[in-house]
């Protein structure tokens, strides 16, 4: 199974600054497609998760534009351009590209 | 607006079987691939099954694979879980998602049932 390792596990922020996760996969994540699903959600307090980013870099609707994703093969990093309050929670990446599609441990982000 | 209803968790013992549903409107279920993923309590999120639009694929969780089986009634707009000879470590909030544009990609999340098995 393709191993999902983020860093860092928490992730202390004042608000309005930026905020950055990276991904490491143990393997590439290019589909035989010439796609890369690599997946970025959401999960604050008591919710479901939410789809952030997915292929690396495309924004899901209604995702605000301080959400950024880039990356390449096995690396990848999701930035925040300025945390706002409505941020904190848990974020994951997901690969979708092999099966078992596998997750990453999950970053906190929470405010300083 | 895609609406996700997941039902059918609950308490259960070890050994013993459940089923869960995903009520799906809003959108044309017969036309997206679908997944479940589960939330075990204070974990992290662990994808669980995927089948296709029309039934035709489905995939597991090696940690379920010979346990569950994933169905969907297109009439019904509505996908099923099966889980049987559930274990203690199948204890989880079980979420329903839709795929977006292709099969790879989990758009959009239901609120979650809980399943707990229990001695």
């Known amino acids: 199974d393709i191993v999902m390792t983020q860093t860092p596990l928490s992730s202390p922020v004042t608000l309005g600054q930026p905020a950055s996760i990276s991904c490491r996969s143990s393997q590439s994540l290019v589909h035989r497609d010439g796609n890369t699903y690599l997946s970025w959600l959401q999960q604050r307090p008591g919710q479901p998760p939410r789809l952030l980013i997915y292929k690396i870099s495309k924004r899901f609707s209604g995702v605000p534009d301080r959400f950024s994703g880039s990356g390449s093969g096995t690396d990848f990093t999701l930035k925040i351009s300025r945390v706002d309050a409505e941020d904190v929670g848990f974020y994951y990446c997901m690969q979708t590209t092999h099966f078992p599609h596998t997750f990453g441990q999950g970053t906190k982000l929470e405010i300083k | 607006q895609v609406h996700l209803v997941e039902s059918g968790g609950g308490v259960v013992q070890p050994g013993r079987s459940l089923r869960l549903s995903c009520a799906a409107s809003?959108?044309?279920?017969?036309?997206?691939?679908m997944h479940w993923v589960r939330q075990a309590p204070g974990k992290g999120l662990e994808w669980v099954s995927v089948?296709?639009?029309?039934?035709?694929?489905?995939y597991f969780a090696d940690s379920v694979k010979g346990r569950f089986t994933i169905s969907r009634d297109n009439s019904r707009n509505t996908m099923y879980l099966q889980m049987n000879s559930l274990r203690v470590e199948d204890t989880a909030v079980y979420y329903c998602?839709?795929?977006?544009?292709?099969?790879?990609?989990?758009?959009?999340w239901g609120q979650g049932t809980l399943v707990t098995v229990s001695p």
């Open positions: 809003g959108f044309i279920f017969s036309d997206f691939a």
């Open positions: 089948i296709w639009y029309d039934g035709s694929q489905k």
């Open positions: 998602a839709k795929s977006y544009e292709v099969a790879a990609i989990l758009g959009s």
